[in-house]
């Protein structure tokens, strides 16, 4: 490259050479030519990477780097390596099956470079679900949503329930590492959401745009293997290590402010569901249905609570 890049794209693969050519071709079609991409191959084999690499245009091949390891050390400690390897000012996880719409780092960079926003941590492109199947040595799209549609902004409030946005999406700060360190790579999932989480207890972010997706998150429902999505595929991993951490961010509360507020809220939510059970039983009540129908919806809402 004859100037220092602006962004560093980090992609993670593993045996998945179709999902990294794709990967490549979605980073080399950016109208923002200023990157520099770094592959981290998690312990996969070589020969496939450097072929991908080999492909891609000669003007952007020097731009393109690949760590090969060994073996596998996992999705945290690869993404870390890429950012350790890259130099630019600003990042981005480019996940292998994922794609871009051609602007997206484009209008990231023109965001993160307006003065008014020099104090944001990065900024988040709305990003479409892509649900695909395979088909032969392609991919069958099956239908395509906006995710998360309906959030205004991505706050704390409503990351605390689970993650709004995934790494396809966001555009930010390497500065951002330097205050609250790098993905936590004790994590084997869920180490974006963990890293977001400090992140908007700062400050909320922002949307390149209200309604245009330009980051494009590709799932493959009931797929396993090569072709899973972690988010699907490694399911319990994400519930098991969604729980550790709120239950570590409860037990530091308790320690720092007593238990008090985190009694009488379990208890009043409690309270509350109860409520809005008994009232829709009321309503189902009015129906006349038959005895056995109603005594199923009653134990049915007695499990949910716990009870």
């Known amino acids: 490259m004859t100037t220092e890049p602006r962004v560093a ?22 109208t923002l030519e200023d990157w520099e991409c770094v592959i981290v191959n998690d312990g996969g084999a070589t020969a496939p990477v450097d072929e991908a690499i080999a492909r891609v245009p000669e003007r952007f091949r020097d731009r393109v780097r690949v760590l090969h390891r060994q073996r ?14 890259s130099t630019a000012d600003l990042l981005v996880l480019h996940d292998d099956d994922d794609t871009w719409h051609p602007e997206f780092l484009e209008r990231a960079v023109a965001y993160l470079d307006a003065p008014e926003n020099a104090d944001r941590a990065g900024v988040v492109s709305r990003i479409e679900l892509v649900r695909e199947e395979p088909d032969g040595d392609d991919f069958r799209v099956l239908e395509r949503e906006l995710w998360e ?37 004790a994590l084997p999932v869920i180490g974006d959401w963990d890293f977001y989480l400090k992140l908007l207890r700062e400050a909320p972010l922002e949307y390149l745009d209200d309604t245009t997706p330009y980051a494009y ?12 999505n972690s988010v699907i595929a490694a399911g319990r991993d994400h519930r098991l290590h969604d729980a550790r951490i709120r239950d570590e961010a409860l037990r530091a509360y308790v320690r720092d402010n ?5 009694l009488f809220l379990s208890k009043m939510i409690d309270d509350r569901i109860r409520e809005s059970e008994e009232r829709i039983i009321r309503e189902v009540e ?6 056995r129908t109603l005594r199923t919806l009653k134990r049915l809402a007695r499990r949910a609570r716990g009870a």
């Open 72 to 85: 596998s050390h996992g999705r945290w400690v690869s993404a870390n390596a890429g950012v350790l390897a």
């Open 286 to 291: 009015r129906y006349s249905l038959p005895e």
């Open 217 to 228: 998150w590709h799932q493959r429902p009931g797929q396993g293997g090569a072709h899973g």
């Open 258 to 262: 007593g238990d008090g507020l985190v």
């Open 149 to 185: 549609a309906q959030l205004p902004m991505p706050t704390l409030a409503d990351e605390l329930l689970y993650n709004r946005f995934v790494p396809i999406g966001f555009v930010y700060r390497r500065s951002a590492h330097e205050r609250h360190g790098l993905y936590d790579e």
């Open 9 to 30: 794209v980090v992609v993670r693969t593993k045996d998945r050479p179709r999902f990294l050519a794709r990967a490549l071709s979605s980073i080399t079609a950016q």
